[in-house]
Nanobody, 115 residues
Framework: VQLQASGGGLVQAGGTLKLSCLAS????????LGWYRQAPGNERELVAT???????TYGESVKGRFTISKDSGKNAVYLQMNSLKPEDTAVYYC??????????WGRGTQVTVSS
C-alpha cells in the first residue's frame, strides 16, 4: 500500500489546514488509519486514528481542535486542523494498518505554524 499525503504548508497561529492522504489500497480494508507527527528532536507521536468500526482516538494535545475522517469511496483519510498552534509544527505522517503484521507509512507533509 502506498500513501500520499498532501495539504501541509505554512499558516499563522489560529489558522486552519486540512491534510489529505490518498491510499493505493482500500481504506475500507484497513483496521486502523491514522495521522502521526514528528517535530525535530522529538519522537513520532499520535495525532489521531480511526478504526474500521469508526471509533476515533486523538492525542491529548489536539483534542477539540483536530478532526480525523475517512472516505472509503476515495480511499482517503483526512485531518482537519483548526486553531493551529506553533507547537503543532511538525512533519505529519499518514499511517495505514492492514492487519496485525502489516502497516504502512506515507512520506509525510510539513506543517509549519508561525506565531
Amino acid at each position: 500500500v502506498q500513501l500520499q499525503a498532501s495539504g501541509g504548508g505554512l499558516v499563522q497561529a489560529g489558522g486552519t489546514l486540512k491534510l489529505s492522504c490518498l491510499a493505493s489500497g482500500s481504506v475500507f480494508s484497513a483496521i486502523v488509519l491514522g495521522w502521526y507527527r514528528q517535530a525535530p528532536g522529538n519522537e513520532r507521536e499520535l495525532v489521531a486514528t480511526i478504526r474500521k468500526d469508526g471509533s476515533i482516538t486523538y492525542g491529548e494535545s489536539v483534542k477539540g481542535r483536530f478532526t480525523i475522517s475517512k472516505d472509503s469511496g476515495k480511499n482517503a483519510v483526512y485531518l482537519q486542523m483548526n486553531s493551529l498552534k506553533p507547537e503543532d509544527t511538525a512533519v505529519y505522517y499518514c499511517h495505514y494498518r492492514k492487519n496485525s503484521v502489516s502497516a504502512y507509512w506515507g512520506r509525510g507533509t510539513q506543517v509549519t505554524v508561525s506565531s
